[in-house]
């Protein structure tokens, strides 16, 4: 078992940059591959980005490749969303998932077996 705490989501205008932080509890968070989704109102909980255990290989969805970057310190039970150059169309709900006993990566939200609450991306314009 184990919760997940996001972090760091807020307003901001469209160009800026914004980091969104995930913290774990429990002892086995470097266990797990993590990802990150995002839900805009009235739309279906979408991928946004997965890495691996160790870190070194990740995936993201095209709508924010080359723009956001993940990451994770394990040591801290922490994974991060850094996101640059936000747009209008990056507001929405962003959460962090984690994926137990598989350790590869996954675009499938019911992949994933664990997520936190949710923190409000909101980008104007």
């Known amino acids: 078992q184990v919760q997940l705490v996001e972090s760091g989501g807020g307003l901001v205008q469209a160009g800026d940059p914004l980091r969104l932080s995930c913290t774990a509890s429990?002892?086995?968070?470097?266990?797990?591959?993590m990802g990150w989704f995002r839900q805009a109102p009235g739309k279906e909980r979408e991928f946004v980005a997965a890495?691996?255990?160790?870190?070194?290989?990740?995936d993201y969805a095209d709508s924010v490749k080359g723009r956001f970057t993940i990451s994770r310190d394990n040591a801290k039970n922490t994974v991060y969303l850094q996101m640059n150059s936000l747009k209008p169309d990056d507001t929405a709900v962003y959460y962090c998932?984690?994926?137990?006993?598989?350790?590869?990566?996954?675009?499938?939200?019911?992949?994933?077996?664990?997520w936190g609450q949710g923190t409000q991306v909101t980008v104007s314009s």
């Open positions: 998932a984690a994926r137990a006993t598989y350790s590869s990566l996954s675009r499938d939200k019911d992949s994933y077996h664990y």
């Open positions: 429990g002892r086995t968070f470097s266990s797990y591959v």
């Open positions: 890495l691996t255990i160790s870190g070194r290989t990740t």
